[in-house]
């Protein structure tokens, strides 16, 4: 089982629409997850951290399921500018320590007119 | 704050050449690391250091060392360039690695094709 798996989309989605994206990741151990988004063929940027009481930012709502390790994003009323490739991220372990992070594929996402 | 810039932008390599990517971060972060991004594959991390004098392997060090002699600069080195070691570089830094209320700031990244 990869560290870090997300849908494989691509989601291809009406504006206004609401779209859910799906995360699981392996380690029990791990203890910081977060949603970061990437524009096409630009750097990746934090979208929200995750907690494990579920958080929201305006449209955006993350959920966290610790027992099922399993973490969503729900974006609502979708708008143009929500197109970007969303990246699940957990922290991991490499080397002497547990504070890296391990990063999804990734789920592209086109919200269309 | 110019935040974490990454040198060159884009480069052409050819099989065997060394090179040196540049990477500074301007908000005094004690975490820095190097990820590649392939097609399919996610970022993976390459290589990463908690502090100045102090690196360690990520996910995929083969071909690639690193050095943190300043807080601010943390290049990553080529040996000898291989065609698998075309991919997009980013270099990210942190406050703190993995808390939950770190972010990671990334460099625009560097486009590496190997000829």
């Known amino acids: 089982r990869k560290e870090v798996e997300q849908d494989p989309g691509p989601f291809n989605v009406p504006e206004g629409a609401t779209v859910a994206f799906n995360c699981t990741y392996s380690?029990?151990?791990?203890?910081?997850f977060f949603w970061y988004r990437q524009d096409c063929r630009k750097e990746p940027k934090l979208l929200m951290s995750v907690y494990s009481s579920g958080n929201e930012d305006g449209r955006f709502t993350a959920q966290l399921n610790r027992a099922s390790q399993y973490i969503s994003l729900l974006i609502r009323d979708s708008k143009l500018s929500d197109s970007a490739t969303y990246l699940c991220?957990?922290?991991?372990?490499?080397?002497?320590?547990?504070?890296?992070?391990?990063f999804g594929k990734g789920t592209k996402l086109s919200v269309k007119p | 704050n110019a935040g974490v810039t990454q040198t060159p932008k884009f480069q052409v390599l050819k099989t065997g050449q060394s090179m040196t990517l540049q990477c500074a971060q301007d908000m005094n972060h004690e975490y820095m690391s190097w990820y590649r991004q392939d097609p399919g594959m996610g970022l993976r991390l390459i290589h990463y250091?908690?502090?100045?004098?102090?690196?360690d392997q990520g996910e995929v060090p083969n071909g690639y060392n690193v050095s943190r002699s300043t807080t601010e600069d943390f290049p990553l080195r080529l040996l000898s360039a291989a065609p698998s070691q075309t991919s997009v570089y980013f270099c990210?830094?942190?406050?703190?690695?993995?808390?939950?209320?770190?972010?990671?700031?990334f460099g625009p990244g560097t486009r590496l094709t190997v000829l």
């Open positions: 991220v957990v922290n991991g372990r490499y080397g002497g320590s547990q504070g890296n992070l391990i």
């Open positions: 380690n029990s151990a791990s203890q910081s």
């Open positions: 250091s908690v502090g100045a004098g102090i690196t």
């Open positions: 990210a830094s942190s406050y703190w690695p993995g808390g939950v209320t770190d972010t990671q700031y």
